[in-house]
């Protein structure tokens, strides 16, 4: 299987790559610098010249406070690039896998959000990232499409990096404790992916890993996972304005994983542990001890 992966220099994407290659498919990596998606005839051209069997769209404008200030740059990318992709993947007969997120939903209530649910973005981000979804489910019936949150994986920054970075110069740090959500650990995802590619179990889907906790609490395991001493202060997001607003409630329901034969991921406190392995945190914390 010949499998196209657009955002490899991202998180999910290298990991994808990865994981694929693992399970011995040939596997097709780009960047921003390799093909401009926003180029209808580049992508056209360079997808026909590949002939994937399957095309797994990472490549997203995910600076949720930029989008509100580009949108113009944002939604070239989001929607108008997404739309060059699965149009030339339908050309080209491939499956297509489109990442998205929990940023449709309106961030409102303390209820698990399923695939079934309207859909309601707060902010420029969310909205073109819904554009997206419904560009792919217009264009071509071969789709999965990957609602996603909290990401997190070895090639890139994030939140789990940023908190190991302020612990080594603060010994106390707020973080906001009333939004609730579920990290993501981009190998977990990028696995589920390769097995969902070789099923017609086509549609859409919530994946993260399981398990919910508040960025706070995130934090916080982080710390104990790594053996950093930090006191951590759990404050209200009306303490900590940002450009673009933020959901409060980006719980997802994985149920749809179960019903549809494919198993959901580990709990993110495991996936965590995982990844402070992967970084080598672990090591560093024991060799200091």
Known sequence: MKVLVTGYT??????????????????????????????????????????????????AYTAVDKAEEDKETCYKVNVEGTENIVVAAKKNNAKFVYISTDYVFNGEGTAEFTEEDSVHPIGFYGLTKEQGETIVRNTIDEHYI?????????????FVKTMLKLAESHDMLNVVGDQFGSPTYTPDVANLIVDMIQTDSYGTYHVTNEGICSWAEFAQEIFNQSNKNVTLNAIPTSEYPTIAKRPLNSRLSKNKLNKNGFNKLPHWKDALSNYLDELGVKEKSNEKN
């Not at 990957?146 to 994030?158: K, P, T």
Request: hydrophobic share 40%; net charge negative.
């Open 146 to 158: 990957l609602r996603i949150s909290w990401v997190f994986g070895v090639n890139g920054n994030n």
């Open 10 to 59: 991202g998180q999910l994407g290298y990991d994808v790559v990865k994981s694929g290659m693992q399970a011995g498919f040939e596997m097709i990596g780009v960047g921003s610098a390799d093909l401009d998606i926003t180029d209808e005839e580049k992508v056209s051209n360079y997808i026909s010249k590949i002939h994937p069997d399957v095309i797994v769209h990472c490549a």
